[in-house]
Antibody, heavy 121, light 110 residues
Framework: QITLKESGPTLVKPTQTLTLTCTFS??????????VGWIRQPPGKALEWLAL???????RYSPSLKRRLTVTKDTSKNQVVLTMTNMDPVDTATYYC?????????????WGQGTLVSVSS | QSALTQPASVSGSPGQSITISCTGT?????????VSWFQQHPGKAPKLMIH???NRPSGVSNRFSGSKSGNTASLTISGLQAEDEADYYC??????????FGTGTKVTVL
C-alpha cells in the first residue's frame, strides 16, 4: 500500500527558503520507472506542477519556477525534499507530494494529503 | 508554459452525461498521448481518474471515459451521480519535458 506524507513549516516569511519533506512507504525510489514529485494549489485555484525526481536521479522542474526550486532524494530514508527559495505571499498554497509510475511522462497515481504553507510577515 | 484551458463549470442532471474539454497545443496535449484527468472533492487531495488519454486505473468507475482529438482532450462522465460533483483537472506532458495542468472545471449535479 503506497502512502506519502508531506511535512514542513506551515508559515514562512517573505524572502525565506521553504523546505518540504515527503516521506513515503509502500515503494522504493530505487525501483526503475518510479518518481516522486511536488504539486501545489493556492487556495481556491488550480493545480500547478512544481518538480519531480525519478529513480535514476533525473530531475524535472517547472520552467517558470526552475530558478527557485531544488529537489533531492534520500533513498535510504524513503524521503524526497523540495526547497523553494525567495518565498512570496503568492506562494501560499497547499503543497502535495505525488508518486509517479510513468518513468518519464508524469502519471500521478498516488497523492499525499497535502500541507498548507502560508507566506506572511 | 500556459495552463491548459478547461471550462470553468459544467452541470448536468442525475443520469445524464457530461463532457469536460481540455485544450492545449501541439506542444502538449496534441503532441503526446499522455493526458491524465483528476477528480478533487473539497478539502481532499486529487484522485487519478484517467491516464494516457483513455485508460482507467483499477477501481475507477467505467462511467468515466477519456478521449482526444487534435489539441483537445475530453473527459466524459456518463450516468451522472451526486458523488461526481467535484472539481476536475487535466494534465499533460509537454515538449519541454515538463507537466502542465488545466485551469480546472467545477462539475455540478443539478
Amino acid at each position: 500500500q503506497i502512502t506519502l506524507k508531506e511535512s514542513g513549516p506551515t508559515l514562512v516569511k517573505p524572502t525565506q527558503t521553504l523546505t518540504l519533506t515527503c516521506t513515503f512507504s509502500g515503494f522504493l525510489l530505487s525501483t526503475s520507472g518510479v518518481g516522486v514529485g511536488w504539486i501545489r494549489q493556492p487556495p481556491g485555484k488550480a493545480l500547478e506542477w512544481l518538480a519531480l525526481i525519478y529513480w535514476n536521479d533525473d530531475k524535472r522542474y517547472s520552467p517558470s519556477l526552475k530558478r527557485r526550486l531544488t529537489v533531492t532524494k534520500d533513498t535510504s530514508k524513503n524521503q524526497v525534499v523540495l526547497t523553494m527559495t525567495n518565498m512570496d505571499p503568492v506562494d501560499t498554497a497547499t503543497y502535495y507530494c505525488v508518486h509517479d509510475i510513468s518513468g518519464w511522462y508524469y502519471l500521478f497515481d498516488y497523492w499525499g494529503q497535502g500541507t498548507l504553507v502560508s507566506v506572511s510577515s | 508554459q500556459s495552463a491548459l484551458t478547461q471550462p470553468a463549470s459544467v452541470s448536468g442532471s442525475p443520469g445524464q452525461s457530461i463532457t469536460i474539454s481540455c485544450t492545449g497545443t501541439s506542444s502538449d496535449v496534441g503532441g503526446y498521448n499522455y493526458v491524465s484527468w483528476f477528480q478533487q472533492h473539497p478539502g481532499k487531495a486529487p484522485k487519478l481518474m484517467i491516464h494516457d488519454v483513455s485508460n482507467r486505473p483499477s477501481g475507477v468507475s467505467n462511467r468515466f471515459s477519456g478521449s482526444k482529438s487534435g489539441n483537445t482532450a475530453s473527459l466524459t462522465i456518463s450516468g451522472l451521480q451526486a458523488e461526481d460533483e467535484a472539481d476536475y483537472y487535466c494534465s499533460s506532458y509537454t515538449r519541454s519535458s515538463a507537466c502542465v495542468f488545466g485551469t480546472g472545471t467545477k462539475v455540478t449535479v443539478l
